[in-house]
């Protein structure tokens, strides 16, 4: 008898935080409901960049195949000034073979299909929102009135998680002070670009650009929220600081394609969740884009949370996941902030300063800190 098969796993959220860890259960053979409020798969969204680790557990799910069919392999990064002249190359070879994986674009509703067929639907259930959660009865509400008894509840339910809010009601959302623009372009980038991730810096501004498919390339560009009144129509005129590419990208895509937001990200929690729930993803840590690492982060906590359970128990898991994974999100997320304040600086000296030293700086530099990205946690044995 299956020993996890007496207890009622809920998760709450159908983002890539909470399908992957559907998934994650699934291959372990584990019982589980997944709960997600929109009516069905959500098939909008742009671009999703899958660095090394992410693909390295999505490889160990037995999706990676998938993946790499619907998206494109990323082997180079790109930092660049603002006329794509480059500060600085990351080469990913070395990393692809150590790993034997790659770095993927990919739209997000493309993973997101992929991670739903190899879950399968009858796992889980739609149009359910949550209402509220009665922690002494283990009990979940939605807002349709119906009402579940849980064992445990694995909470995927983004930056504004409810469940959150519930155990930690005092965590604050933090704004980055930027704003962003993201959409998909009809545009196939020229041959050069094909396997490139480029992020092209001006001041207070940034753009960046990625090939998913022969047919679709990814942008996305950031400017300072400096009280400005910003509008859709407003990418039009930040993407002329860019060169023609840039523009022809942007110009191309319909304004119903694109999607605009502030930048923001929860602080850091000091744990994340109690004996019976436990919060992953952006539920968890939310944090800035800027280093491209806010999904695959999520999947890792999914992934983690799995090799704990497997190893050792649910309530091990659920209670240990924070132990496991806080020092390398606290990192990121540190990391991942300041690199977005470097980015939009606007003082012409600091800028000249800035881009001398990524030009600069050895590739062993710029490894080290990649290392630190793609290397998976080891579980104790």
Wanted: include cysteine.
């Amino acid at each position: 008898m299956n020993k996890f098969a007496m207890e009622k796993i809920c998760i709450i959220g159908g983002g890539i935080a909470g399908l992957t860890m559907a998934l994650v259960l699934k291959k372990l053979g584990i019982s589980f409901q997944l709960f997600e409020k929109s009516e069905a798969p959500n098939t909008r969204g742009a671009g999703i960049l899958l660095a090394n680790n992410a693909m390295q557990i999505y490889k160990n799910l037995g999706i990676g195949k998938e993946i790499l069919l619907k998206g494109n392999i990323i082997s180079k990064i790109h930092l660049t000034d603002n006329k794509f002249h480059p500060n600085s190359i990351q080469d990913l070879a070395y990393f692809e073979k150590k790993y034997n994986s790659y770095n993927i674009s990919i739209h997000r509703s493309d993973l997101q299909n992929i991670l739903v067929n190899n879950i399968g639907e009858d796992n889980i259930s739609y149009g359910k929102e949550l209402d509220t959660i009665d922690i002494n009865n283990k009990t979940i509400i939605f807002k349709d009135g119906s009402i579940i008894n849980y064992d445990y509840i694995i909470a995927s339910d983004g930056i504004y998680s409810k469940i959150r809010q519930n155990l930690f009601p005092t965590a604050a959302i933090i704004s980055a002070g930027q704003i962003a623009w993201r959409g998909i372009s009809t545009i196939s980038l020229p041959e050069k670009y094909a396997h490139i991730s480029l992020e092209a810096w001006a001041p207070g501004a940034r753009f960046g650009m990625n090939r998913l498919n022969e047919n679709q390339s990814y942008w996305f560009l950031v400017a300072d929220n400096d009280g400005s009144v910003f509008n859709i129509e407003y990418k039009n005129t930040l993407v002329k600081k860019f060169p023609l590419l840039a523009q022809e990208l942007v110009f191309s895509t319909p304004t119903q394609n694109v999607y605009m937001d502030e930048i923001k990200e929860l602080e850091l929690l000091e744990q994340w969740g109690n004996n019976s729930i436990v919060l992953i993803g952006d539920a968890a840590h939310s944090m800035t884009p800027n280093l491209g690492q806010g999904a695959c982060q999520a999947i890792e906590d999914a992934f983690i949370l799995g090799e704990l359970i497997q190893k050792y128990s649910i309530n091990y898991g659920i209670n240990k996941l924070f132990h496991y994974r806080n020092k390398k999100v606290k990192f990121i997320k540190n990391n991942s902030r300041k690199l977005g304040k470097i980015s939009h600086w606007k003082n012409a000296q600091c800028i000249n300063i800035r881009n001398y030293i990524m030009r600069a700086l050895p590739d062993s530099f710029n490894r080290i800190l990649v290392e630190k990205l793609f290397r998976l946690a080891k579980i104790d044995k």
